[in-house]
């Protein structure tokens, strides 16, 4: 099932679905998205639910990590994260999500309420940059994370710099 992304929010509470194979594609969405919610100033907590979804790519885990220690910075909060998929709760797992989501295997009652977020458009650069963002925020997580993902960082970084040279001539 391709993914998507339900969203809803209440008196400050927002709680995001992520359904079927979340991947790239849906990662300005849900960028513009946080932005908006951390920028309601009622703002008090987010719950993310993982239970629909089948699969999950690094880049979207790296937006999720952001996602929480931005929330714990606002307003001290640590979020909830529900995962009663095994397999993507072994993922989460293996790059201590523990650390930064409270972690629960229950599911919850799904609420109609809920709106899909349409997807973005984004240049191939903001998207490369939104990346390697997102595999930095992994790598910060622990020591198996940062050798993971070093070689991509490295390797994106590398092309961001091969395609920034042409343009910076040209000027």
């Given at each position: 099932m391709p993914g998507r992304i339900l969203v809803g929010s209440h008196d400050g509470v927002y709680v995001m679905l992520f359904e079927g194979d979340v991947r790239l594609t849906l990662y300005t969405a849900v960028e513009d998205y946080l932005e908006k919610m951390f920028g309601d100033p009622m703002f008090k907590s987010v719950l993310v639910d993982l239970s629909p979804t089948e699969s999950i790519d690094s880049t979207s885990l790296g937006l999720l990590a952001k996602l929480s220690i931005q929330a714990d910075k606002l307003v001290g909060y640590r979020p909830t994260l529900v995962s009663t998929n095994p397999d993507v709760t072994r993922i989460l797992e293996s790059m201590d999500f523990e650390?930064?989501?409270?972690?629960?295997?229950?599911?919850?009652?799904q609420s109609a309420q809920l709106a899909e977020l349409p997807p973005v458009e984004a240049d191939p650069e903001a998207m490369r940059q939104r990346v390697i963002d997102a595999h930095r925020t992994l790598m910060c997580m622990n020591e198996t994370n940062r050798e993971a993902f070093q070689d991509l960082v490295a390797t994106l970084e590398a092309e961001?710099?091969?395609i920034e040279g042409p343009k910076r001539a040209s000027l």
């Open positions: 650390d930064v989501f409270h972690i629960v295997d229950s599911q919850l009652n961001a710099l091969s």
